[in-house]
């Protein structure tokens, strides 16, 4: 999304780029998980499930990866240089409540 919006526009507002970039991996992530879960259980439900279990840490994880991009390079644009912390920072940042909730409902984390 950023790496579009840098080649076809890049003069649009770096906030909008961000809201429309966390945006588009919440939505892209729950439609993945909502397939998944749809296997198992009612399309309705599975929704629900995915939704509900993964909008925290995908909102932790895109607000961690735009910082980085933000503080690495000073705006919302991407470089070769500051892609692999960007995605390390969205990797890591997630961890800690993802371990907390499998802890929470007595799910192994090996």
């Not at 009612?42 to 991009?69: F, K, V």
């Not at 070769?80 to 997630?94: E, I, N, R």
Request: hydrophobic residues 55%.
């Amino acid at each position: 999304m950023i790496s579009a919006f840098q080649i076809y526009a890049p003069d649009t507002n770096p906030f909008i780029v961000l809201t429309l970039a966390i945006t588009n991996g919440l939505l892209t992530s729950i439609a993945l998980e909502t397939v998944i879960l749809s296997r198992q259980m009612l399309w309705g439900q599975a929704l629900r499930t995915a939704a509900g279990m993964s909008l925290i840490s995908m909102i932790g994880m895109e607000l961690a990866m735009n910082l980085t991009d933000w503080l690495l390079v000073g705006s919302l644009k991407l470089t070769w240089w500051s892609v692999l912390p960007s995605l390390a920072a969205g990797f890591l940042t997630p961890w800690p409540y993802n371990y907390w909730r499998l802890k929470k409902f007595g799910v192994a984390c090996h």
